[in-house]
């Protein structure tokens, strides 16, 4: 287990983002992504997760497949990324890069519409 600064954590998922390609990037619209400590209470027992260990990131809101033409003046959608299962789950900063990757990444296919097993098939396992 590594225990990075928090803004050192924000910095390796705004890197994350920034070097998504340019068409994903471009189409985010109306979301935020935040860093969080542990998953809250109620996300454990919403999504039947038995420990705030087992939860490394989570996408909360419309996808963007299902905006309709009447999707306006909502809150914006939440991508959280959960840091401390996160950093519990590897050793070094060199393993932890591409974990947060691939947690945004996944949370970011849950925000452009697509399943888990949709991901597990285009993708191989992204779950």
Same mark, same amino acid.
């Given at each position: 287990m590594i225990e990075l600064e928090q803004k050192d954590f924000e910095e390796l998922v705004l890197v994350a983002l920034v070097t998504l390609p340019d068409q994903f990037r471009t189409a985010l619209k109306n979301i935020d992504v #935040?860093?969080?400590?542990?998953?809250? !209470?109620?996300?454990?027992? +919403?999504?039947? #997760?038995?420990?705030g260990?087992? *939860?490394?990131? *989570?996408?909360?809101?419309?996808?963007? +497949?299902d905006r309709g033409p009447h999707y306006s003046g909502t809150l914006p959608d939440k991508i959280s990324v959960f840091k401390v299962? *996160?950093?519990s789950s590897v050793d070094t900063v060199d393993e932890l890069m591409p974990l947060v990757q691939h947690v945004v990444l996944h949370e970011l296919g849950?925000?452009?519409?697509l399943?888990?097993?949709? !991901?597990?098939e285009s993708r191989g396992d992204l779950h």
């Amino acid at each position: 287990m590594i225990e990075l600064e928090q803004k050192d954590f924000e910095e390796l998922v705004l890197v994350a983002l920034v070097t998504l390609p340019d068409q994903f990037r471009t189409a985010l619209k109306n979301i935020d992504v #935040v860093v969080e400590d542990f998953p809250p !209470m109620d996300v454990l027992k +919403r999504t039947g #997760v038995a420990n705030g260990y087992g *939860l490394l990131g *989570l996408y909360q809101g419309v996808p963007l +497949r299902d905006r309709g033409p009447h999707y306006s003046g909502t809150l914006p959608d939440k991508i959280s990324v959960f840091k401390v299962p *996160l950093e519990s789950s590897v050793d070094t900063v060199d393993e932890l890069m591409p974990l947060v990757q691939h947690v945004v990444l996944h949370e970011l296919g849950h925000y452009f519409g697509l399943s888990d097993e949709e !991901m597990r098939e285009s993708r191989g396992d992204l779950h």
